[in-house]
Structures are given as C-alpha cells and as structure tokens.
C-alpha cells in the first residue's frame, strides 16, 4: 500500500480556541491510528545537516524551511492513494485547529 509523510502545522493560538468536541474528536482520531500502527510524533528542535561532496559535515541549527505556523508533528500514514490520505489527515489536531496538514507521497527509491 502507497504510504505517505504527513508534516501537520499548527499553533497554540489556533488549538486554544478550536471547540473542545471537535479537539477531543480529533485527538481519538489520532490515537486509533497509533493504534493501527501509524507511526507518529511530535516535532522536536531539527537541525541543517550539510556534507557537500562528502568532505566535511556541517550542522546548523534550525529548520531549513519557513512558514507561518510552527511544525508541530509528524506522521507516516499508508493510504490506497492520496484521496484517502486526505481524508485520513482531515480529521487530525492541526488539520481542525485552524492549521494545515502537508501530505507528502513517499516513493520508493530503485
């Protein structure tokens, strides 16, 4: 089955004033899929790892990327295609709580 990375963003402001049904919902959501074994974290500190041309490793502190919200976890979900990907996430904390969730198709390298 087609497994696929999840980055949920999402910020204490927009949890905090997301209905308390809708967050409990979601949270359930959430541990049934741990249940099922979806892997699934919240995010840590990341680092930059640079070792360009295999010469000498660099580590920076910080995320490579930016955005509006703060990452706030992680998950790697197999779905039978992205339709139900989507759905899947569309039910998780920061999807609800007025964050987004990115869905990320994971292809399997030759």
Request: proline share 4%; charged share 25%; aromatic share 6%.
């Amino acid at each position: 089955m087609p497994r696929f990375i999840t980055i949920g963003y999402g910020d204490e402001a927009g949890y905090e004033r997301t209905d308390e049904a809708v967050l409990a919902d979601a949270h359930a959501h959430d541990a049934k899929l741990q249940r099922a074994g979806v892997e699934m974290g919240i995010a840590g500190r990341a680092v930059q790892v640079r070792n360009h041309e295999a010469r000498k490793v660099t580590v920076s502190e910080g995320a490579y990327m930016r955005s509006a919200l703060p990452v706030a976890g992680f998950a790697v979900i197999e779905a039978a295609d992205l339709a139900e990907a989507i759905e899947i996430v569309s039910k998780t904390p920061c999807a609800v709580a007025y964050g987004v969730v990115e869905v990320w198709p994971l292809s399997q390298t030759r």
